[in-house]
């Protein structure tokens, strides 16, 4: 199987290199797919591919129609696919395919043209059959014009005045129309430099590095372009008109900023040649069953295109490109009306084009992107084309007019850079564009510009609102620290800020950073935030600990957690002790009985006041539960370590005479996914290292229209009242709520009467995963078939795909583990073996996002169905040489295709074992993973590990058995 992304791929035997993502990215609207068995060994289609290039540049081949299919399939919807198909393989891809809405075109270029016509005759998309590769491309160029026509699908806002009156102005759809208006305005108002035109000069030449002819042109703009010719280059069918019209359509904001200046002159030569007289003029558009019925739903209201808008004075021009062969069912045939009065635009010009275009005969008449129309009547024909009245309006509309008023006091007096640039894209929800131009723009200035404060504190804020609080603190940081220096004039303040944890919707960082110590409130706690957050200084004699309290041994262990393994501190040691100072103790019970057993995992009486340590193991670097467990000992605790599904829980000093508790350490991934959980009160607080004044909310509630803030939870908690957050189902007392509930009043709280939403903290946003497929020539697809084959049986085994995985995260993790193991090992490796996993349904994709997460090593999950032999060895991910045995562990799908991982692993010094250890939670003392041998059973070796980090998912392998 060969696979070719328009460019060539090489592959090592044992790892893909995958730096092609730039090179792989079209910038167009179209994908040229050709299937056929000979495509990349004939020399004759070799040379019909540098031809085609020059059509549509994007290429993609294949000689596999199952891996033709899946790559058909997972098309994005926006993009549009023109096939070449072999008379062979086309009769069996095309029937799977067919009815896919992002296929447009398809050619059957075979040998024999009476044979297959008459499968092809069944198929509407079927364009035609040719035997010579001349007649093909030259049916394709002549197809392209057409195709073109397409590509200008519209691209619409609608702005409803009903919202207008309800106060949702610039939010929902109507946001999406204003701030649509406000970015464009901020781009072409953005000064373009040198370094600008660079990139883009670079992207083109990277988009058609193997189309010379297009690479001509390029090189012609490059050197030759200028202003006054701007919509010449417009309308010259080469690449400038392709990607701008794709990045306007898609509203790709990086080629759009790339392009500014050149949509700038468009703009500005526009004005130029303005139509001054009323026009009445038409365009002929398909439009999807979906956007038709919303066009219908917006009678009277307004609708801004965002891309050039293209229209002809002739209604039968307009018209013709309805009659074409590219149809759908899923699409309708319109026709727009329009009238247009220049008097009424002020900064959204349109002209009649024809003097300045590079194809004198066409008439067309060129509105602006951003131009704002009222949508009047639509209206079905006899011969099933939707007319469509509409009418050139301008910004004066009442409704629109004071809401761009607004935002025009709001960004227009603002100096057009990429620092507003990044304030519009924060505003839109665009995190990560508006990061890229803030660091665009820090790279830019110089060290003792004030500016770079505020792009610092601005990403400090969007790291907080998308969850990345340890980024937030960071910037923040960041901020201060050039604050502080000499340079900027300024006296210097403390670096650390407080930090408010995610919210259901927007997460904030509030600081409290002061030149002088936290003021009234927060005096009397200051020391004992100190004790647990100072990294400086231990404040307990370690030797002398056990005489302690109990009380005084959690400060001390809260230390060594916070400041030596960087934890942050939660829950309700913050808010019964550090704040508040709170004790209790069960009547009439020792010590000795504090400890209560629930399924062999310890929990302490629920009188007990502090209860236990809540501490967040860091996301970066990887925890070693055996280094902690090393620490403690110095402080001469003894702690039994108990194992859980997202935790490990220690209970320490259970024959102490003034008492035990316990700590747990909450695994990182935990804090990244859907099994993150929180305390249900609003006092929840936490501390970190080096905040040795200030304490964090765990749930941020300092916003409108609660603002109940910081003070005033600490003023809660030391009259012991609290607040109750909602369950995630909105009702006000789920069991777990009203068992916490109980549980504070039992202590003597009082609830407040309001009950506030559910505020749960955000996860960020999932792993970026890609899976680029391993050609069928490769060693590494080769190795893995015949390895299977071997254990499988030829006949028996079908594979569809092999894909490689890239989830920079999980591979960040994998080599913070890798040199923990290889520390602690001298194994240069880790001792990493290339291992087998079974996988079936929902665990796929979990396993794709997340990596083998220890929280959910449970019976049922990871492919196993119930407790089988695999289970023998506890609870942990399973992994074999032999794919066979993992496949027991695979299910099918509604197609009757199974995956299989191939898994790089971490197995460090791996113990031996050949007896059954069913309630093995973690791994046997100094040793990394278990290697389960059963000589009774041969060929079932397994190698499991129990802790998150130590294997990583390489390749995703589809098959048949």
């Known amino acids: 199987m060969s696979f070719e992304h328009s460019d060539t791929e090489s592959y090592d035997s044992d790892e893909i290199n995958l730096d092609t993502a730039n090179a792989n990215t079209n910038l167009e609207t179209f994908y040229l797919i050709w299937l056929d068995p000979h495509v990349n060994t004939d020399k004759h289609l070799l040379k019909a591919q540098q031809r085609l290039r020059a059509l549509i540049s994007h290429l993609v081949t294949f000689d596999d129609v199952d891996t033709c299919r899946k790559y058909i399939c997972q098309a994005p919807r926006n993009h549009y696919l023109v096939l070449i198909v072999s008379g062979q393989l086309g009769q069996k891809l095309v029937p799977h395919i067919h009815h896919i809405n992002q296929v447009i075109n398809i050619y059957v270029f075979c040998a024999n043209k009476a044979i297959h016509e008459k499968w092809a005759k069944e198929f509407q998309k079927v364009t035609a059959i040719f035997v010579s590769v001349d007649d093909l491309i030259s049916q394709i160029e002549s197809d392209n014009k057409y195709r073109q026509k397409l590509a200008e699908s519209l691209s619409f806002n609608i702005f409803n005045f009903n919202d207008v009156q309800t106060g949702q102005s610039t939010i929902g759809l109507n946001g999406q129309f204003v701030y649509n208006q406000v970015l464009m305005d901020v781009l072409l108002r953005i000064k373009y430099n040198k370094a600008d035109k660079s990139e883009l000069i670079k992207l083109c030449n990277t988009q058609y590095r193997k189309d010379p002819t297009e690479l001509t042109i390029v090189k012609e703009f490059q050197h030759h372009y200028t202003s006054e010719k701007a919509l010449w280059w417009y309308t010259r069918d080469c690449f400038l008109y392709k990607i701008l019209n794709k990045a306007l359509r898609m509203q790709d904001v990086h080629v759009l900023f790339l392009l500014r200046s050149f949509c700038l002159d468009l703009c500005q030569q526009l004005q ?26 917006s009678l009277n209201q307004l609708i801004s295109m965002n891309s050039f808008f293209s229209t002809s004075v002739s209604p039968e021009e307009a ?8 149809t759908s069912t899923d699409l309708e045939r319109v026709v727009f009306e329009i009238d247009a009065n220049p008097n009424v635009v002020t900064t959204k010009p349109f002209a009649d084009i024809r003097s300045q275009s590079a194809f004198v005969k066409e008439s067309e008449v060129l509105f602006m992107f951003g131009s704002i129309f009222r949508l009047g009547s639509i209206q079905q024909t006899s011969d099933n084309i939707w007319r469509i009245r509409m009418t050139l309006c301008g910004e004066n509309e009442s409704g629109l007019k004071t809401v761009l008023q607004h935002m025009t006091n709001e960004y227009g007096n603002k100096k057009p850079n990429l620092h507003l640039l990044g304030m519009v894209l924060w505003k839109m929800g665009k995190f990560d564009l508006a990061e890229k131009y803030y660091h665009r723009m820090i790279r830019d200035l110089q060290f003792n510009d004030p500016l770079i404060i505020d792009l610092y504190t601005d990403l400090s804020s969007i790291a907080a609102m998308r969850g990345s ?195 747990d350490l909450i695994t990182p991934h935990i804090g990244i996914n859907k099994y993150d959980r929180i305390d249900f009160d609003v006092n929840n607080l936490f501390v970190e290292k080096d905040c040795t004044k200030h304490l964090g909310m765990r749930v941020d509630i300092t916003y409108p229209p609660y603002s109940i803030t910081l003070e005033k939870i600490v003023d809660n908690i030391q009259k012991k009242r609290f607040y109750l957050l909602a369950g995630h189902d909105n009702k006000p007392c789920g069991k777990v709520i009203e068992e916490r509930m109980n549980k504070m009043i039992t202590r003597g709280w009082k609830q407040i009467d309001e009950t506030l939403p559910p505020v749960v903290p955000n996860p960020g946003p999932p792993s970026n995963i890609e899976l680029t497929p391993v050609p069928k020539t490769s060693p590494v697809y080769q190795k893995i078939f015949e390895k299977m084959k071997l254990t499988f049986g030829g006949n028996d085994l079908k594979i569809i795909s092999i894909e490689q995985i890239k989830n920079a995260e999980l591979e960040s ?54 407790r089988t032999l695999s289970f023998i060895l506890g609870k942990g991910a399973y992994f074999s040489e032999n794919p066979k045995l993992q496949h027991g562990r695979t299910f099918p799908d509604d197609d009757n295709e199974r995956v299989m991982f191939q898994v790089k692993v971490l ?36 190698f499991i590990i129990y802790r998150y980090g130590q294997a990583l998912p390489h390749l995703k392998i589809t098959y048949r058995s």
């Open 319 to 326: 018209s013709a490109f309805l009659y074409s062969k590219y």
């Open 469 to 663: 609080l340890d980024d937030s603190i960071r910037w923040k940081e960041k901020a201060l620290e050039i604050k502080a220096h000499p340079a900027h004039n300024t006296t210097a303040l403390p670096p650390r800020v407080l930090v408010a944890a995610s919210t259901a919707g927007s997460t904030k960082v509030a600081s409290v950073a002061s030149s002088t110590p936290t003021k009234s409130i927060y005096y009397e706690i200051e020391q004992r935030i100190a004790q647990v957050t100072d990294s400086k200084r231990m404040m307990f004699d370690p030797t002398q600990l056990h005489k302690c309290s109990r009380e005084t041994r959690m400060m001390a262990v809260a230390w060594i957690m916070v400041c030596k393994f960087d934890c942050k501190l939660y829950g309700g040691f913050v808010r019964d002790w550090i704040v508040g100072q709170y004790l209790g103790r069960p009547n009439n019970i020792t010590a000795d009985n504090w400890i209560l057993f629930n399924d062999s995992t310890a929990h302490l009486h629920p009188e007990i006041v502090p209860a236990d340590l809540d501490c967040y193991l860091p996301t970066h670097g990887l925890y070693d539960i055996d280094e902690i467990l090393n620490e403690l000992a110095k402080l001469q605790m003894v702690v039994n370590v108990h194992r859980d599904q997202w935790r490990y829980l220690l209970l320490v000093d259970q024959n102490v005479k003034t008492g035990p508790f316990t700590i």
């Open 813 to 866: 993790i994998y080599e913070q583990a890798k040199k923990v193991i290889q520390k602690q090992t001298e194994l240069p490796d880790g001792n990493q073996m290339t291992l087998f996993h079974g996988a079936k349904g929902k665990n796929i994709d979990e396993i794709l996002q997340y990596g083998f997460h220890d929280q959910v090593y449970r019976y049922g999950n990871w492919g196993l169905p119930q």
């Open 907 to 942: 197995l460090g010094n791996a113990q031996s074992l050949s007896r059954h250890k069913i309630n093995l939670n973690s791994v046997p003392e100094n040793y990394h993973s278990v290697h389960g041998i059963f000589p009774q059973l041969p060929d079932s070796d397994e």
């Open 272 to 297: 130029e040649i303005q139509c001054q007289s009323k026009i009445k003029v038409y365009r002929g558009q398909l439009v999807s069953k979906s956007e038709l019925t919303s066009l219908k739903n």
